[in-house]
Nanobody, 114 residues
């Protein structure tokens, strides 16, 4: 079955950067599926951060535009999220999602301190 494994989370000071990666296994159709990054902060609902289509078209939540960049490497079956100029309000568990198969990763914690 399709599995997603995220990595790259951690603790960073405000203004810093992190790069999240999500490796997908168990599918030969990766290049045709849309992929996304979502996040969930304590006490809040999970929200969309960014998506990327099979053709590379990207979409971002307004609060991260200009700071975050989503990308994909079809050969490596990997989708990444480069996060720059991080803010304390970016603190959350970040989840990768295979939109086509509606499969989620286990999440990776991102904590941004003042």
């Amino acid at each position: 079955q399709v599995q997603l494994v995220e990595s790259g989370g951690g603790l960073v000071q405000a203004g810093g950067s992190l790069r999240l990666s999500c490796v997908v296994s168990g599918t030969i159709f990766f290049r045709w599926n849309g992929m996304g990054w979502y996040r969930q902060a304590p006490g809040k609902q999970r929200e969309l951060v960014a998506t990327i289509t099979s053709g590379g078209t990207t979409n971002y939540q307004d609060s991260v535009k200009g700071r975050f960049t989503i990308s994909r490497d079809n050969a490596k079956k990997t989708v990444s999220l480069q996060m720059n100029s991080l803010k304390p309000e970016d603190t959350a568990v970040y989840y990768c999602r295979d939109i086509g198969n509606n499969v989620w990763g286990q999440g990776t914690q991102v904590t941004v301190s003042l």
